[in-house]
T-cell receptor, first 114, second 110 residues
Framework: KAGVTQTPRYLIKTRGQQVTLSCSPISGHRSVSWYQQTPGQGLQFLFE???????NKGNFPGRFSGRQFSNSRSEMNVSTLELGDSALYLCASSFSTENTGELFFGEGSRLTVL | KNEVEQSPQNLTAQEGEFITINCSYSVGISALHWLQQHPGGGIVSLFM?????KKHGRLIATINIQEKHSSLHITASHPRDSAVYICAVNGMDSNYQLIWGAGTKLIIKP
């Protein structure tokens, strides 16, 4: 069974640009959640999607958005990039239909903003 | 004060030692997760538990709901156990959103 796949793995952008990250969950998993990890802040929850609906949202500005498609693949978008957006962005999928469930993480997308 | 506190922040031990990492939380939870992150970023779920004790190989996780405390134990530690261990809880008051601890960086020396 393939694991959670995140693309791209690494990317470099400049301030003001926008970026789209993709996450393909494990087959059969309908919940996808996104996290930002920075050295100073640790892991911070961005949002969680279940069956194409945003079920939970973290405390991030509106520049951060996401969506989920009918095949459960999810994308997150960050517009008007700032230097502080440089981070490792992780997604996780879960089989559980409840809000709790074992999480399976991708390897992450490492974004550098110059 | 953070809702999920881990201790110690850093831990260095010799190969073979028995390791304990602690996690205390201050919110009502439906489940607690222990995860492992190796250098490079990948995170692996080790345990999800809501009561009692779970064991997988050399790893044991326990939780005391009344005391709002969980421990992760590693028996016969090995250098390959070196990683960051993270505790996270599904908070009932936050729509079960995961609340993360800051992590414990473990180094096992040969």
């Amino acid at each position: 069974k393939a694991g959670v796949t995140q693309t791209p793995r690494y990317l470099i952008k400049t301030r003001g640009q926008q970026v789209t990250l993709s996450c393909s969950p494990i087959s059969g998993h309908r919940s996808v959640s996104w996290y930002q990890q920075t050295p100073g802040q640790g892991l911070q929850f961005l949002f969680e999607y279940f069956s194409e609906t945003q079920r939970n949202k973290g405390n991030f500005p509106g520049r951060f958005s996401g969506r989920q498609f009918s095949n459960s693949r999810s994308e997150m978008n960050v517009s008007t990039l700032e230097l502080g957006d440089s981070a490792l962005y992780l997604c996780a999928s879960s089989f559980s239909t409840e809000n709790t469930g074992e999480l399976f993480f991708g390897e992450g997308s490492r974004l550098t903003v110059l | 004060k953070n809702e999920v506190e881990q201790s110690p922040q850093n831990l260095t031990a010799q190969e073979g030692e028995f390791i304990t990492i602690n996690c205390s939380y201050s919110v009502g939870i439906s489940a607690l997760h222990w995860l492992q992150q190796h250098p490079g970023g990948g995170i692996v779920s080790l345990f999800m538990l809501s009561s009692g004790k779970k064991k997988h190989g050399r790893l044991i996780a326990t939780i005391n709901i009344q005391e709002k405390h969980s421990s992760l134990h590693i028996t016969a530690s090995h250098p390959r156990d070196s990683a960051v261990y993270i505790c996270a809880v599904n908070g009932m008051d936050s729509n079960y959103q995961l609340i993360w601890g800051a992590g414990t960086k473990l180094i096992i020396k040969p």
